[in-house]
């Protein structure tokens, strides 16, 4: 979607067993075993949805966009979308303080950059200063990342040491994001405006060739390049001599292209298109996005939905199943909890959002909300009924919601739909004016719990004080052990439930066509691209 | 005519700044904060960092009372400088400059085709004798004009691209690269070509100098020629206005269907994410295009009809004889047009 994305190497092991990711991916870029070794050369063309808005990583926060820029730019971490532990890149090693607020990374020795400048801890410096002074507007996502950042100091040539003024556990993971990834002070000397112009210096495994602003991207292969991800599939240099990124915002078009040979991969593959792609020989790879699945933010202030056993009989009021059936296909899944599954840390809470119509109604006889002639509840004089705000945004959220509308109908609820653009979205966010607000956040981690429900973070249900979460959602921020981390953020999953702050429905899915002779396109752990294992057969 | 010629500039400058007004009032009434929008992200459940916004809002001037900012945007426009796209930090200036010359060599292709085509349609429905002929043709163009241009570049798409392999199907340039898209843009403007044109062409069939030619034994392809067209012309001169028009409403879909770059995709990604100075940018442009077009098409109206110019002259009683000469009525330039057929015939 548009949106989107911990520790000791010791620690990983931990992480991993307690972080249950769920397989990100059914058929993640696998080249079928018949492909035979991996063919260095050619060149990939690949069709975007929608125009990046900017070339730099730190500045980028649509899917498209980072398709682009992870690739110029190296993470000082990576993450492993098996496990969602977190692994060496840029830096060796590193250790994190007990209280989670000091992060003391040991880069790789011989990294540059690709206007050779050596990567040094005075590089880690510059990037995180030079984000921090974009700005939360210009790049909002890397600047979340960095709350509380007092400064970073570089420790001796290769030592850099980042503190924070406040704990900041969600750190670790935010720097295996292309959004803090590091950059060249060439890049990081220039202005926000002048760092969306594409001579972006990064120490990745590709550089900017061309781009031009709203139709094309060129990316040449970074030669020399040793200092892959322990996550990738091989060392060394990427197979692709150059990757070619065109903006084909028209879904039939970009099918036809690769269809026709004219693509080797596109970007948003509907559901519909599958059968056309899969007759030339091609696949759609998908993926679940991890963070918060698609549901509603209800809004605790406004009209029934303030009644809490209203918010909680809603729970099981979905058949979340019919739903991606009728709607989405098999490569979506139905969401189980208040995180998608594939985010580490994810509780599964499917016992609790299991379809029962018969206890929803229960529950709502039982607060009161009794059938009035039509059919929708009511009590003292209260009709049961509000609305829910979204945005197309995702393809599929008109449909999810009128066949919600009918399933929450059939138990005497009336849900409208409150269709708006983009703009009036964001504006009716900030405002907090609507009853229910329909949307989710990626991220490859728990933290998006605090991002999406804590007091200081969107709130979009609105709500007070709840001391039992709030203390939570802290916690888990100041808490390094990824069991411990874990255990917390189960809590906080619960408690988002109990309260009825949220519901899900669906969890969103990345899919990627790609033609026969494209193989292993990978998905990284936040569900987006991956081209350094990328190559092409029989070119 | 000097005169003349002053009163259409003071017009068109006059229409510029309108349109720069009503659409700086308009943008800025809009519901929601462009900043806030850039700030969020794309609504990625980050909460928005009220300083952050600030520090953009005063970056783009946004903070200042609603009158001083529009002095202040006014101001930059007269010299040139449009400000900066909020998504993209690009000047505007540049963004629409590098939009401009892909839009273009499309309209000016798609022109090129519509007027051929529309015009050997016209002729072809109004040349011909056989009614089921004259039917069929005079039929087209309704239904070149019904038919959504998004329908049609899709189908060129899968005909020519995706099954011949002649073309490509996406960011095209040379010929090769603008034929499809400036055929799908040519049909709609074609087919309203075509309609006037035939309306023109039927009409002046109609007069009886046609009779005069015909019976002086010219045949109906000469007289089609050489005077039936030169007439019929104007009013298909007179809806260049219009066409402009549909050109760059149409190049907003033909171009996002074709993935090219231009005026038509800056427009549709500006107006998505609200991009204020872009928006207004391209607002301007297109003001700047439809009074340029119409301000040619007036100083043109002279050298094809003189008449145009010669019912607004009051001044000059010898240049009123002029044009009577050249033929001011429509009964004095069929009688010219008539003694001409004679004369030629």
Redesign the interface.
């Given at each position: 979607m548009i949106r989107s994305r911990h520790r000791l190497a010791a620690a990983v092991g931990a992480l991993a067993a307690v972080a249950t990711v769920v397989g990100c991916g059914s058929d993640s870029g696998g080249s079928g075993g018949q492909a035979g070794p991996p063919q260095p050369g050619g060149t990939l063309r690949y069709g975007l949805s929608q125009a990046p808005t900017c070339s730099d990583p730190a500045q980028a926060a649509s899917n498209q966009t980072i398709y682009v820029a992870r690739q110029i730019v190296d993470s000082l971490t990576d993450q492993d979308p098996e496990t969602g532990a977190i692994t060496p890149w840029l830096a060796k090693s590193w250790q994190v303080s007990p209280d989670a607020k000091v992060f003391t990374f040991e880069l790789a020795d011989g990294v540059t950059f690709s206007d050779g400048t050596a990567l040094t801890a005075d590089s880690v410096r510059d990037t995180f200063d030079a984000t921090v002074k974009l700005g939360g507007a210009k790049a909002a996502l890397a600047v979340s990342y960095l709350t509380n950042y007092v400064g970073t100091t570089a420790v001796d040539k290769l030592t850099a040491r980042v503190e924070f003024s406040q704990p900041n556990a969600q750190f670790l993971q935010a720097t295996s994001t292309p959004q803090l990834g590091i950059l060249a002070q060439s890049t990081n000397a220039e202005p926000a405006e002048a760092r969306c112009a594409g001579d972006n210096i990064g120490s990745g495994p590709f550089t900017y060739t061309s781009w031009k602003q709203d139709s094309s991207a060129t990316l040449a292969k970074r030669v020399g390049y040793t200092w892959g991800s322990a996550v990738f599939g091989h060392q060394g240099e990427a197979y692709l001599d150059k990757i070619e990124f065109t903006v084909v915002p028209e879904s039939g078009v970009r099918t036809g292209s690769l269809a026709s040979g004219q693509l080797d991969a596109i970007s948003d593959a509907l559901p519909q298109d599958a059968p056309q792609i899969e007759a030339t020989g091609g696949r759609v790879l998908s993926t679940s996005n991890p963070g918060t699945p698609f549901g509603f933010q209800l809004n605790v202030t406004r009209g029934p939905l303030r009644d809490q056993a209203v918010r909680q009989a809603l729970l099981p009021a979905l058949d979340r199943k019919q739903l991606v059936d009728t709607v989405l296909g098999p490569q979506f899944k139905y969401a189980t909890g208040s995180l998608a599954s594939a985010t580490p840390a994810y509780l599964d809470q499917s016992a609790r959002l299991a379809y029962d119509p018969a206890k929803a109604e229960a529950a709502l006889d039982q607060a009161g909300w009794l059938p009035g002639a039509d059919g929708i509840r009511t009590k003292n004089g209260e009709r049961l009924s509000f609305s829910v705000t979204f945005s197309q945004v995702f393809a599929g959220n008109q449909a999810i919601l009128e066949l919600t509308q009918q399933q929450l109908r059939q138990i005497g609820v009336d849900l409208k739909l409150d269709l708006v653009s983009g703009p009036e979205s964001t504006a009716k966010m900030n405002t907090k004016d609507y009853d229910s607000f329909y949307g989710n956040s990626t991220r490859a981690d728990g933290d998006i719990l605090r991002t999406s429900f804590a007091l200081t973070g969107r709130n979009l249900s609105a709500r007070g004080p709840i001391p039992a979460l709030d203390e939570a959602l802290d916690k888990q921020l100041a808490t390094n052990d990824p069991a411990a981390r874990a255990e917390l953020l189960a809590t906080v999953q619960k408690l988002v439930l109990d309260n009825g702050l949220y519901l899900p429905t669906i969890e969103l899915s990345q899919a990627i066509g790609v033609a026969g002779h494209t193989q292993d396109v990978k998905f990284e752990a936040s569900a987006r691209l991956q081209f350094f294992d990328t190559w092409l057969s029989g070119h | 005519m000097v005169g003349y010629v002053g009163s259409r500039v003071l017009q068109a400058i006059w229409v510029l700044w309108a349109a720069f007004t009503i659409s700086f009032l308009v943008l800025y009434a809009?519901?929601?904060?462009?900043?806030?929008?850039?700030?969020?992200?794309?609504?990625?459940?980050?909460?928005?960092?009220k300083?952050?916004?600030a520090?953009?809002q005063a970056r783009y001037g946004l903070d200042k009372p609603l009158w001083e900012q529009y002095l202040t945007a006014l101001g930059n426009a007269l010299t040139g400088d449009l400000g900066?796209s909020i998504?993209?930090?690009?000047p505007v200036t540049e963004?629409i400059g590098?939009?401009v010359p892909p839009t273009v060599g499309l309209a000016a292709l798609a022109l090129l085709l519509a007027v051929i085509g529309g015009t050997i349609l016209a002729f072809a429905a109004t040349y011909t004798q056989r009614p089921w002929l004259r039917n069929t043709l005079s039929a087209a163009p309704p239904l070149g004009v019904s038919v959504p241009t998004f329908w049609t570049g899709?189908l060129l798409?899968?005909l020519f691209?995706?099954?011949l392999?002649w073309f490509?199907?996406?960011?095209g340039t040379g010929l090769r690269g603008t034929l499809l898209p400036a055929l799908t843009l040519a049909l709609p403007i074609g087919a309203v070509l075509a309609q006037v044109l035939a309306a023109g062409l039927e009409q002046t069939w109609r007069q009886p100098f046609t009779d005069v030619a015909l019976a002086k034994g010219a045949s109906r392809w000469w007289v089609q020629r050489r005077h039936i067209a030169r007439l019929a012309s104007v009013p298909a001169f007179t809806i260049a206005g219009v066409l402009v028009g549909t050109m760059l409403a149409g190049s907003v879909v033909v171009e996002?269907?074709?993935?090219?770059?231009g005026v038509g995709?800056?427009t549709q990604?500006s107006v998505?994410?609200?991009d204020i100075p872009v928006v207004q940018g391209v607002v301007l442009l297109s003001a700047l295009i439809f009074v340029g077009v119409n301000l040619a098409v007036d100083l043109l109206y002279p050298l094809l009809d003189p008449r145009i110019t010669g019912t607004r002259r009051t001044r000059s009683a010898r240049t009123r004889v002029d044009s009577t000469a050249s033929g001011v009525t429509s009964v004095a330039t069929t009688s010219t047009d008539a003694a001409k057929a004679a004369r030629d015939a």
């Amino acid at each position: 979607m548009i949106r989107s994305r911990h520790r000791l190497a010791a620690a990983v092991g931990a992480l991993a067993a307690v972080a249950t990711v769920v397989g990100c991916g059914s058929d993640s870029g696998g080249s079928g075993g018949q492909a035979g070794p991996p063919q260095p050369g050619g060149t990939l063309r690949y069709g975007l949805s929608q125009a990046p808005t900017c070339s730099d990583p730190a500045q980028a926060a649509s899917n498209q966009t980072i398709y682009v820029a992870r690739q110029i730019v190296d993470s000082l971490t990576d993450q492993d979308p098996e496990t969602g532990a977190i692994t060496p890149w840029l830096a060796k090693s590193w250790q994190v303080s007990p209280d989670a607020k000091v992060f003391t990374f040991e880069l790789a020795d011989g990294v540059t950059f690709s206007d050779g400048t050596a990567l040094t801890a005075d590089s880690v410096r510059d990037t995180f200063d030079a984000t921090v002074k974009l700005g939360g507007a210009k790049a909002a996502l890397a600047v979340s990342y960095l709350t509380n950042y007092v400064g970073t100091t570089a420790v001796d040539k290769l030592t850099a040491r980042v503190e924070f003024s406040q704990p900041n556990a969600q750190f670790l993971q935010a720097t295996s994001t292309p959004q803090l990834g590091i950059l060249a002070q060439s890049t990081n000397a220039e202005p926000a405006e002048a760092r969306c112009a594409g001579d972006n210096i990064g120490s990745g495994p590709f550089t900017y060739t061309s781009w031009k602003q709203d139709s094309s991207a060129t990316l040449a292969k970074r030669v020399g390049y040793t200092w892959g991800s322990a996550v990738f599939g091989h060392q060394g240099e990427a197979y692709l001599d150059k990757i070619e990124f065109t903006v084909v915002p028209e879904s039939g078009v970009r099918t036809g292209s690769l269809a026709s040979g004219q693509l080797d991969a596109i970007s948003d593959a509907l559901p519909q298109d599958a059968p056309q792609i899969e007759a030339t020989g091609g696949r759609v790879l998908s993926t679940s996005n991890p963070g918060t699945p698609f549901g509603f933010q209800l809004n605790v202030t406004r009209g029934p939905l303030r009644d809490q056993a209203v918010r909680q009989a809603l729970l099981p009021a979905l058949d979340r199943k019919q739903l991606v059936d009728t709607v989405l296909g098999p490569q979506f899944k139905y969401a189980t909890g208040s995180l998608a599954s594939a985010t580490p840390a994810y509780l599964d809470q499917s016992a609790r959002l299991a379809y029962d119509p018969a206890k929803a109604e229960a529950a709502l006889d039982q607060a009161g909300w009794l059938p009035g002639a039509d059919g929708i509840r009511t009590k003292n004089g209260e009709r049961l009924s509000f609305s829910v705000t979204f945005s197309q945004v995702f393809a599929g959220n008109q449909a999810i919601l009128e066949l919600t509308q009918q399933q929450l109908r059939q138990i005497g609820v009336d849900l409208k739909l409150d269709l708006v653009s983009g703009p009036e979205s964001t504006a009716k966010m900030n405002t907090k004016d609507y009853d229910s607000f329909y949307g989710n956040s990626t991220r490859a981690d728990g933290d998006i719990l605090r991002t999406s429900f804590a007091l200081t973070g969107r709130n979009l249900s609105a709500r007070g004080p709840i001391p039992a979460l709030d203390e939570a959602l802290d916690k888990q921020l100041a808490t390094n052990d990824p069991a411990a981390r874990a255990e917390l953020l189960a809590t906080v999953q619960k408690l988002v439930l109990d309260n009825g702050l949220y519901l899900p429905t669906i969890e969103l899915s990345q899919a990627i066509g790609v033609a026969g002779h494209t193989q292993d396109v990978k998905f990284e752990a936040s569900a987006r691209l991956q081209f350094f294992d990328t190559w092409l057969s029989g070119h | 005519m000097v005169g003349y010629v002053g009163s259409r500039v003071l017009q068109a400058i006059w229409v510029l700044w309108a349109a720069f007004t009503i659409s700086f009032l308009v943008l800025y009434a809009l519901p929601s904060d462009p900043v806030s929008m850039a700030a969020d992200g794309a609504g990625l459940g980050t909460p928005v960092d009220k300083a952050a916004v600030a520090q953009m809002q005063a970056r783009y001037g946004l903070d200042k009372p609603l009158w001083e900012q529009y002095l202040t945007a006014l101001g930059n426009a007269l010299t040139g400088d449009l400000g900066r796209s909020i998504n993209t930090g690009q000047p505007v200036t540049e963004a629409i400059g590098d939009a401009v010359p892909p839009t273009v060599g499309l309209a000016a292709l798609a022109l090129l085709l519509a007027v051929i085509g529309g015009t050997i349609l016209a002729f072809a429905a109004t040349y011909t004798q056989r009614p089921w002929l004259r039917n069929t043709l005079s039929a087209a163009p309704p239904l070149g004009v019904s038919v959504p241009t998004f329908w049609t570049g899709l189908l060129l798409l899968q005909l020519f691209s995706f099954r011949l392999h002649w073309f490509p199907a996406f960011g095209g340039t040379g010929l090769r690269g603008t034929l499809l898209p400036a055929l799908t843009l040519a049909l709609p403007i074609g087919a309203v070509l075509a309609q006037v044109l035939a309306a023109g062409l039927e009409q002046t069939w109609r007069q009886p100098f046609t009779d005069v030619a015909l019976a002086k034994g010219a045949s109906r392809w000469w007289v089609q020629r050489r005077h039936i067209a030169r007439l019929a012309s104007v009013p298909a001169f007179t809806i260049a206005g219009v066409l402009v028009g549909t050109m760059l409403a149409g190049s907003v879909v033909v171009e996002s269907v074709f993935a090219r770059a231009g005026v038509g995709r800056l427009t549709q990604t500006s107006v998505l994410n609200q991009d204020i100075p872009v928006v207004q940018g391209v607002v301007l442009l297109s003001a700047l295009i439809f009074v340029g077009v119409n301000l040619a098409v007036d100083l043109l109206y002279p050298l094809l009809d003189p008449r145009i110019t010669g019912t607004r002259r009051t001044r000059s009683a010898r240049t009123r004889v002029d044009s009577t000469a050249s033929g001011v009525t429509s009964v004095a330039t069929t009688s010219t047009d008539a003694a001409k057929a004679a004369r030629d015939a």
